[in-house]
């Protein structure tokens, strides 16, 4: 029964893995390529994603689903509920839902401008070729929230959510809580000491996630305001 975290770079998606699975029942894998191996094992000949997905078949569709369970039940044989935070499989969770019905999916978001600038901020060693222009991570941030609002719209309720990370900030146990009765788990107060579980963290954000929460990293808009019109511009633009 995995967990899909899904949503932008820097947008709190380590914490919300690092709440989850600091739960007796569940265990984070990071950001594992484990659907994308599957896709490929039913890929359908020279077509391109997505245009292939439309000739699988319900056999194929069910068959990326097993392979995809046989994955991570061999990351995690004992675990209730798995953590899946590969932020690239948002481009997948139509696939994703029809492949693996009991699934659940996180969206994970955070203060666009504040996203985009922490994004910014780091060296990403690859996998983010749009984070080192302020105009394209405006443009690509609109873009990923289009496909997102699309996918909130056709899946059910009760297999997507979206989360704020402002909100897990403002009030830590009560959006624990949320997360862990939305993935089906008795609640487990050791959600609320995130910090203190050792996993291993291979994300930007692994010294943040051994530390109590604060909201400091919200404040540098600020001071930065005069070099954002090409961010600003980008995430106000219209469409066209």
Same mark, same amino acid.
């Given at each position: 029964r ?7 770079p ?6 919300v ?8 029942g ?11 191996k599957?896709?490929?094992?039913d890929?359908?000949g020279?077509? #391109? ?5 439309q ?10 689903g ?18 899946d ?13 029809? #492949?693996?019905?009991?699934a ?19 060296w990403f060693a690859?996998? =983010?070729?749009?984070? =080192? ?7 690509? =941030? ?22 704020? =990370? ?14 862990a ?23 930007a ?12 990293s ?12 090409p961010?600003?511009? #980008? ?6």
């Open positions: 995995p967990i899909f975290i899904v949503g932008m820097r947008s709190g998606s380590t914490l893995e690092q709440i989850l699975s600091s739960h007796a569940v265990s984070g894998l990071g950001e594992i390529g484990a659907f994308g599957a896709m490929r094992g890929g359908a020279a077509l #391109a994603f997505p245009e292939w997905v000739s699988l078949s319900p056999a194929q569709v069910g068959r990326v097993a392979a995809y369970a046989r994955n991570i039940r061999e990351l995690a044989p004992a675990a209730v509920r798995a953590v935070k590969m932020l690239d499989n948002f481009r997948y969770l139509g696939l994703i839902a029809a #492949a693996l019905p009991k659940r999916i996180i969206h994970i978001r955070r203060d666009p401008v504040e996203t985009c600038l922490s994004c910014f901020s780091k690859a996998g =983010y070729d749009f984070s =080192y222009d302020l105009g394209e991570l405006g443009r690509y =941030y609109r873009a990923h929230e289009r496909l997102m609002g699309h996918w909130r719209a056709i899946l059910p309720a009760e297999m997507l959510i979206a989360v704020d =990370y402002e909100a897990i900030v403002a009030d830590l146990e009560g959006q624990s809580r949320h997360l009765a939305f993935c089906g788990l008795e609640w487990d107060r050791r959600c609320l000491e995130f910090h203190k579980n050792q996993r291993q963290v291979r994300t954000s692994k010294t943040q996630v051994r530390q109590p929460l604060f909201d400091g919200s404040r540098r808009r600020a001071a930065l305001a005069p070099h954002l019109a961010l600003l511009k #980008a995430l106000g633009a219209d469409d066209e």
